[in-house]
């Protein structure tokens, strides 16, 4: 199965600033089959990215997605308070035992 | 609008079952792929299987494999799953989440989650 690292594990920003989160496949990922979810506690996952870069309907284009093979970065370019909450990148990769995998998670938390 | 609606928390002694369902409105169940997606307390998110679109067939994580069963019941548009033998360690919250219209599988509609607790 392929396994996804995200990095920071925690990171410590303050509003308005940049958050840069990276996601790395120990393989890579087919059609760059990789998404993008925030979760702010005791709620479900919310759909930011999907296919490494689209954006999910409603989704804020301060978020935005990048990367290709086994490297992947999500990008806020501005925080806003409601942003403070754990991102978590998952891909589907079809011929695997376990097809679909998802990080650790990042934490982003206010400064 | 997709809406997708949880049964309520569960409290199970290690070695029974539980049988969560997710009950579909505003689009029916056959016009869906469903997948379910569990939580540990704490801790991150871990697939448990769904439809496959490329396979046309159901398939589950190798980890949950002989534990459990995804089942679907058009007439009512409520999807189920099953785990068996449970154990301490599946104690979580459980989500079933919808497969988006997109190549590859993202989950665009979550349920709200439904909390099973194992304890003797």
């Known amino acids: 199965e392929i396994v996804l690292t995200q990095s920071p594990g925690t990171l410590s920003l303050s509003p308005g600033e940049r958050a840069t989160l990276s996601c790395r496949a120990s393989q890579s990922v087919s059609s760059n089959y990789l998404a993008w979810y925030q979760q702010k506690g005791g709620q479900a996952p919310r759909l930011l990215i999907y296919g490494a870069s689209s954006r999910a309907t409603g989704i804020p284009d301060r978020f935005s997605g990048s990367g290709s093979g086994t490297d992947f970065t999500l990008t806020i370019s501005r925080l806003e308070p409601e942003d403070f909450a754990v991102y978590y990148c998952q891909q589907y990769h079809h011929y695997d035992t376990s097809p679909l995998t998802f990080g650790g998670g990042t934490k982003v938390e206010i400064k | 609008q997709v809406q997708l609606v949880q049964s309520g928390a569960e409290v199970k002694k290690p070695g029974a079952s539980v049988k969560v369902s997710c009950k579909v409105s505003g689009y029916t169940l056959t016009e869906l792929s469903m997948h379910w997606v569990r939580q540990a307390p704490g801790k991150g998110l871990e697939w448990m299987g769904g439809f496959d679109p490329e396979d046309g067939e159901t398939i589950y994580a190798q980890k949950f494999q002989g534990r459990v069963t995804m089942t679907e019941d058009t007439s009512t548009d409520t999807a189920y799953m099953e785990l068996s033998s449970l154990r301490s360690e599946d104690t979580a919250v459980y989500y079933c989440?919808?497969?988006?219209?997109?190549?590859?599988?993202?989950?665009?509609?979550w349920g709200q989650g439904t909390l099973v607790t194992v304890s003797s």
């Open positions: 989440a919808r497969d988006g219209v997109a190549p590859g599988i993202y989950f665009d509609s």
